[in-house]
């Protein structure tokens, strides 16, 4: 009866994945990468694990995510958007989040996180200024998150919901004291929502399986812009190379990402160089350095970019965590 409840689920994931994979476009920069979905059912900060804080309990937390640009040609960029194209010369993102999550009851939680965020780029479109390094920084959009475990006994099932809100600096200016575009600003001026779900399974005291559906709905943010909706899923494994009753104790990850997004829009009109598939295989440790406080370093890595039109495609990202729970 076990192994036919499991199967069954298993089949019903699977069908959604491939159900995603076959109807988006054919997403650039790992978009919700450091909302959770990394370091498994033991990482630090995890909003979206199928595993529950336990009730009256505290997460205060500090999320950094770095993402790192494949260099490209600033001239060819300029020319690109001189024919009316969505061509950039970014370099790297680097977003600085706090987090605070609080367990409302053993089953249901709600979680905050809040990110400062840096944009570098080089000027590709004001010829006066061609090449120039320009960074756009100020407070992003925040995320609420609400997660409830509505199953626990062969395995665990959580649902996802929650709000992106529009909290961000849309009003960073370059060089020549125009707006940056809507991809290069800290926030994005539009409110989102987030929906899903969420599974773990304990094999055995060595190994735990994680894995969930996410579903981010964009809506119209500032300058007329709306970002794709994206789906992202994730499966991965956590091995626990030291044993979970002592500490610090020290956690192998193993993750893969699949992220698929529709293409942007601006005044109605359908953004070419949008949109795409973007697969990571992301490896990490993490560690419950005491009971409280827990780490995870994250690296995922694209191994597939199907990407719409002239897009920029991404290197690598980098995640760390750290959280203290009371």
């Not at 770095?66 to 680097?94: F, P």
């Not at 899923?233 to 956590?238: E, F, H, I, L, N």
């Not at 009971?291 to 199907?306: F, N, R």
Request: hydrophobic fraction near 35%; charge should be negative.
């Amino acid at each position: 009866m076990k192994f036919t409840v499991w199967k069954r689920c298993s089949i019903v994931i699977f069908t959604i994945w491939m159900v995603v994979l076959i109807s988006k476009n054919t997403a650039f920069a790992c978009d919700l990468c450091s909302l959770g979905g990394f370091g498994g059912t033991t990482g630090a900060v995890n909003p979206i694990a199928a595993e529950s804080p336990k009730k009256n309990k505290y997460t205060l937390g500090y999320i950094l995510e770095y993402q790192d640009w494949e260099a490209v040609s600033v001239t060819k960029a300029h020319e690109l958007h001189e024919e009316g194209r969505d061509a950039h010369a970014r370099k790297n993102d680097i977003s600085n989040s706090i987090f605070f999550g609080y367990g409302i009851t053993d089953t249901l939680s709600i979680s905050l996180q809040v990110p400062y965020v840096e944009r570098r780029s080089k000027e590709a479109h004001e010829e006066e200024f061609l090449g120039e390094n320009q960074n756009s920084t100020g407070l992003g959009d925040s995320i609420l998150l609400g997660k409830y475990k509505f199953y626990d006994k062969q395995f665990g099932l959580a649902g996802i919901f929650g709000l992106k809100l529009p909290t961000g600096n849309t009003n960073e200016r370059n060089m020549a004291g125009e707006r940056f575009e809507p991809e290069l600003q800290p926030g994005t001026g539009s409110l989102d929502y987030m929906a899903g779900i969420s599974a773990n399974k304990k094999i055995n005291h060595l190994i735990i399986l994680d894995g969930s559906v996410l579903y981010h709905p964009k809506t119209e943010g500032d300058q007329d812009y709306e970002f794709g909706d994206i789906i992202r899923v994730t499966t991965g494994a956590t091995f626990n190379v030291i044993d979970g009753d002592k500490k610090p104790t020290l956690n192998m990850l193993s993750e893969v990402i699949s992220q698929f997004a529709n293409k942007d829009e601006q005044d109605e009109k359908t953004i070419r160089d949008s949109g795409g598939t973007t697969i990571f295989f992301a490896p990490g440790i993490s560690s419950h350095v005491t009971e409280q406080l827990k780490t995870t370093l994250s690296v995922p890595v694209p191994v597939y970019q199907a990407l719409g039109g002239e897009h920029q495609e991404l290197d690598f990202n980098v995640l760390f965590s750290m959280s203290y729970s009371f």
